[in-house]
């Protein structure tokens, strides 16, 4: 290796390379996943939420051994698919509501809440997972990676809009030719954004009175510079700006 290469978004050099040699050769019984979490450790490398970022790790262990760099220990099991055991939403969740027809301002203040874990309101995240799963036209099964998840309701607590924000995606090249990004500052400023991965109206809610509020409240909760779980779990909208 001649010279430095970015890989899964960190900068490989000489050295860096010869370190993860070190603690293959070291630790030569350990399991792919102990090493990656090892390796995450040493390095410190954690995400905007201080979270130890292991699968990155591990990803960036096997494409190192995909260039013929390292040897790999011998998988010792197949990846499990967490999801193909998964219990969908219940139905009856998101049964469809009578229609919203008054005007904004009967409406307020709209709530917008944070339901991003389980706890400490699970009904509120089945809520979201089940109206994005009935009603949105991708429809939803799980989150993947770091995620922000939003309800919004009016002041009779009815359900409007969900909103699901995901971490950005590492490269895209029309959206860093917009910014001017070039690949290092890139790596410096990638967490400060993320992607608008689902935004729902729910049904029988007229999208045009509502849809500018609620995209104002997601701007804002300081949703776009969130992704590292700094946001509020609540924020309460007595206008609609």
């Known amino acids: 290796m001649t010279q430095a290469s970015i890989i899964q978004g960190r900068q490989i050099r000489a050295n860096e390379l010869a370190q993860v040699r070190r603690l293959l050769a070291n630790h030569s019984d350990w399991s792919r996943r102990r090493l990656s979490v090892e390796l995450a450790t040493v390095w410190n490398w954690r995400n905007g939420a201080g979270q130890l970022k292991d699968m990155a790790a591990r990803s960036l262990l096997l494409k190192l051994?995909?260039?013929?760099?390292?040897?790999?220990?011998?998988?010792?099991?197949?990846?499990s698919n967490r999801m193909r055991h998964r219990q969908l939403p219940e139905p009856g969740l998101a049964a469809p509501q009578a229609s919203v027809t008054e005007p904004l301002k009967e409406l307020l203040p709209l709530v917008l809440s944070e339901c991003s874990h389980a706890d400490p309101v699970p009904e509120q995240r089945a809520l979201f997972d089940a109206l994005l799963h009935?009603?949105?036209?991708?429809?939803?099964?799980?989150?993947?990676?770091?995620?922000?998840?939003?309800l919004v309701r009016d002041a009779r607590q009815r359900p409007l809009a969900c909103v699901l924000f995901g971490a950005a995606a590492w490269q895209c090249a029309a959206r860093d030719r917009y910014l001017g990004w070039d690949s290092s500052v890139r790596a410096q400023h990638l967490h400060l954004i993320a992607n608008n991965t689902r935004f729902l109206i729910l049904p029988k809610i007229p999208t045009y009175s509502y849809t500018s509020p609620v995209l104002g409240c997601k701007s804002n909760s300081g949703c776009f510079s969130a992704a590292g779980g700094t946001a509020r779990p609540e924020w309460t909208f007595a206008t609609a700006a």
């Open 65 to 79: 051994g995909q260039r013929g760099w390292i040897a790999l220990p011998p998988r010792r099991a197949a990846p």
């Open 134 to 150: 009935q009603h949105h036209y991708l429809s939803h099964r799980s989150t993947v990676g770091e995620n922000l998840q939003y």
